[in-house]
């Protein structure tokens, strides 16, 4: 079950303090390390509203193009994004940002304390708590109708530390009463290390 809530828009972001709304009881009795939570709150606070300032345009033909965040060992957040690729035509196009994207940030790893990707992506009906895949939308889809057997969209956002930690959260959204979004508390799962093994 889905705890929606309309986007707050402007400045303001629905969730600012998302992790306080996520539970990370698979963390175990420690939970995230303390230095871990601080970064992910900040690069999920610029994150939340880069993808609110995108959606809020409304569904109609709505690109969330892939983008990335890091943060240097001094604390200052860098937009990683893909310019040079055709995401309204190209179907691989998604794929490929991501990828180079995570490129840039495993070159970098060593002068980053955190690093998040963040993308469209389509979450299947639950089946009772079993391992589902997850669906990155190709930007592309806008030429196709919506899904109608109960999959929502979300947005991903992956996130790691080099304190050893990452995570995949998901964020539902929907569109109601035309164009005023709606954002589904967000959702939280372990993740691959890609950076800092």
């Excluded at 959606?55 to 965040?69: D, E, H, R």
């Excluded at 080099?162 to 589904?184: E, H, I, S, Y």
């Excluded at 691959?192 to 093994?197: A, I, K, L």
Aim: aromatic fraction near 8%.
């Amino acid at each position: 079950m889905i705890n929606w809530h309309p986007a707050a828009g402007g400045s303001q972001l629905t969730f600012p303090r998302p992790f306080d709304l996520v539970d990370l009881s698979f963390l175990g009795i420690g939970g995230l390390p303390p230095e871990a939570r601080a970064d992910f709150e900040t690069c999920l606070a610029s994150v939340l509203q880069s993808i609110e300032i995108h959606l809020g345009m409304g569904a109609s033909g709505t690109i969330v193009p892939p983008a990335g965040l890091v943060m240097d060992a001094g604390g200052t957040l860098d937009v990683l994004t893909e310019h040079d690729l055709d995401y309204a035509y190209d179907a691989g196009a998604a794929l490929t940002a991501l990828g180079t994207m995570a490129q840039r940030i495993a070159g970098r790893a060593s002068e980053l304390r955190c690093a998040a990707l963040y993308y469209r992506a389509r979450l299947p009906v639950p089946n009772g708590g079993a391992p589902q895949e997850v669906e990155i939308w190709r930007t592309t889809h806008w030429q196709e109708p919506p899904p109608q057997d109960g999959a929502q969209d979300a947005i991903a956002i992956d996130l790691e530390h080099r304190a050893g930690v990452a995570l995949a959260l998901f964020v539902p959204f929907t569109w109601q009463d035309g164009d005023r979004l709606f954002l589904g508390e967000p959702l939280a799962g372990l993740s691959r290390r890609r950076y800092w093994n």
